[in-house]
């Protein structure tokens, strides 16, 4: 074990999906179901992994802010977003020190991004509704070199997966089921 990850495990999964590429294969997805006003509940579906049905049983509450029409009883969507986005590089950044034999004793990701709420509101057909640019600031305490970190940071601009989402335009397929809830 290394910055409490199982090594000998990340190196069987790593290798049984250069064995077999579709055990490198997820399938993720969540159900929302509307509360009240802005407040949502959203479940978690169970995930394929590869050949694996993993039951994944998890529900969270969305909300906005009063502001924004919202009682502020939960995160809104955009600190889910971001929250996942984060949780996502750490686990890269993480998994690349441990593959790298560092050890880490403290790790801190920060990300800030400011919306223009007007196109949100559709005031102005000029104003993306998305967030334009995201900063992030890793903060790393452990034995690492400052050049193994950059290496580290390289690599989560490379293979996180929401990461990678986020910067590359991804295909939305949606379509509208009216009257279809019982």
């Not at 955009?78 to 950044?93: D, I, N, P, R």
């Not at 690349?96 to 050890?103: L, Q, R, S, V, Y």
Request: charge should be negative; proline fraction near 3%; aromatic fraction near 8%.
């Amino acid at each position: 074990m290394l910055n409490n990850i199982n090594i000998a495990g990340l190196s069987e999964y790593t290798n049984e999906v250069k064995e077999n590429n579709i055990q490198g294969k997820a399938s993720y997805g969540v159900e929302l179901n509307w509360e009240s006003g802005t407040k949502t509940t959203v479940s978690t579906k169970n995930m394929i992994l590869g050949e694996h049905k993993l039951i994944r049983d998890f529900n969270f509450t969305i909300d906005e802010p009063t502001q924004l029409l919202g009682v502020n009883c939960a995160p809104n969507p955009a600190e889910y977003m971001l929250g996942g986005l984060a949780g996502c590089m750490a686990v890269t950044f993480m998994a690349g020190a441990t593959a790298m034999a560092i050890e880490i004793d403290q790790l801190k990701l920060e990300i800030d991004g400011e919306l223009d709420l007007q196109g949100f509101l559709g005031l102005n057909t000029n104003s993306d509704a998305g967030f334009p640019e995201l900063k992030f600031i890793f903060h790393v305490k452990g034995n690492g070199t400052q050049e193994q970190y950059n290496t580290l940071m390289n690599r989560v601009t490379k293979h996180s997966p929401n990461f990678n989402t986020i910067r590359n335009e991804v295909k939305m397929v949606g379509e509208l089921k009216d009257n279809a809830l019982k």
